[in-house]
């Protein structure tokens, strides 16, 4: 199974693929999509909404999980994330994609056991996971990656 996983954001959406077999998971590819700060929002939108459709049409992906959106200081900022999501997810759903979402704890719960794990503790266990020498950059595309790999974990 093929799994793109995604941290949404407006600035910087990460995104991350992987390919499972049972327990074994190996990386297809991951990165972020970024877009110019006091660019408008909907401006913005359309270049995730494009960026994210070419990744899917590139790298044919079975399934998307996106991290959901579960706490912000910021309500400016957490509108705006949500409106990221939401294109993430309707891009997924354009390209007839099962969509699942996982919370931030349910993420790190899965990889690490504890559901209150710090950042670099899940980055670790993403790079284990996927037998990589280094964890994967920058910060976004490791969320990612660790989305989709709780999906292989939770769909056991």
Known sequence: MRIIGIDPGTGILGFG???????????VTAGVITTPPHTPLDVRLEEIFDGLTEIIAETKPDIMCVEKLFFARNVTTAMSVASARGVAILTGRKARLPI???????IKQTLTGYGKADKK?????????????????PDDAADALAAAITHQM???
């Open 17 to 27: 693929v992987i390919d499972t077999s049972g327990s074994k998971s190996k990386l």
């Open 100 to 106: 699942e979402e996982y919370t931030p704890m349910q």
């Open 154 to 156: 939770m769909s056991r």
């Open 121 to 137: 503790q899940v980055q670790e266990m993403v790079r284990q996971q996927l037998g990589l020498q280094q964890v994967p950059k």
